[in-house]
Structure formats: structure tokens, C-alpha cells
């Protein structure tokens, strides 16, 4: 299973504004600097984190985005089913476009709607809290000041 740029996107943005805390606003500017990733790219899912209600936009001079709920409540599972297109692992899973010659027969794609489900399963174990462990060492990676 691969996720797609949109969702580490995402789960990155989630990430740099649990470092920062619900108490300082970032810009999408500061958070593209920080990973090294295209501004444009991030405007369209802080706009999606902020219809999802993850995190909140503060318009004008000296707003910013910062994160909307607590990270303890913020699961990670939940944030990839909301930001993948689809869990279309292999082309059966689809059936608007399944073409496969085997489809009828193949055990294969039950173990992979298994390994699916387990993967959504690990990540539904995880809050964004639960990432945030070494909070000094990604604030230092991020080159954020401490106050």
C-alpha cells in the first residue's frame, strides 16, 4: 500500500502544526520551508484539513493555520481514509473498472482486502499525539525557535 503525496501532505502539515500547539499560528509558507515541498501543493489540503475540521484558518495580518482539535483526537486512520482517493490496491478492488481475467476465481485479492484492512487497522491504533513523541527533535528539525 502506497499513500498518495496529498495524504503524507496532509499527515506532515497535521504534524509541523502538533509541534507548534494550538496556541501559535503557522503560515503554509513556513510549513513548505520547513519540509521543502512546493507552497501550491499545500494550500489545496490545509484548505481540506480546515473542511474535515483538523485544523482552523485565521484570514488577515497575522493569521495563519493552526490545529483546530486536540492532537489526543486527531486519529491517523481517519485522516488517510479522509485524504486517499481510494483503496483500490489492485484493479478487482474497483468494480467499475475491474478487467482482470481471474476475478471470478482468485482467492488472492480476500488476503489482500485482509492486508488492507489490517494496514487501516494500525493506523486507526494512532492519534496524531501518538507521532508527536520526540516533539524537541522535530522542532529542532523543523528549524521552529523555541519562545
Not at 41 to 56: P, S
Not at 72 to 78: P, Q, W
Not at 94 to 115: G, M, T
Amino acid at each position: 500500500m502506497r499513500l498518495t503525496v496529498y495524504t503524507d501532505y496532509s499527515l506532515r502539515t497535521l504534524m509541523y502544526l502538533g509541534v507548534r500547539g494550538q496556541d501559535h499560528l503557522a503560515t503554509i509558507q513556513e510549513i513548505a520551508d520547513a519540509y521543502q515541498i512546493s507552497k501550491n501543493h499545500l494550500m489545496k489540503v490545509t484548505y481540506d484539513l480546515g473542511q474535515h475540521g483538523y485544523i482552523e484558518t485565521i484570514r488577515g495580518r497575522g493569521g495563519g493555520i493552526r490545529l483546530a482539535i486536540d492532537p489526543k483526537n486527531i486519529n491517523i486512520g481517519e485522516v488517510v481514509r479522509k485524504t486517499e482517493e481510494d483503496f483500490h490496491i489492485v484493479e478487482c478492488f474497483n468494480p467499475e473498472s475491474n478487467l482482470c481475467k481471474i476475478s471470478p476465481e482468485c482467492q488472492l485479492k480476500f488476503a489482500l482486502h485482509q492486508a488492507l484492512k489490517a494496514y487501516l487497522a494500525v493506523l486507526d491504533s494512532y492519534t496524531l499525539d501518538d507521532v508527536l513523541v520526540s516533539k524537541d527533535g522535530l522542532t529542532e528539525l523543523f528549524g521552529i525557535k523555541k519562545n
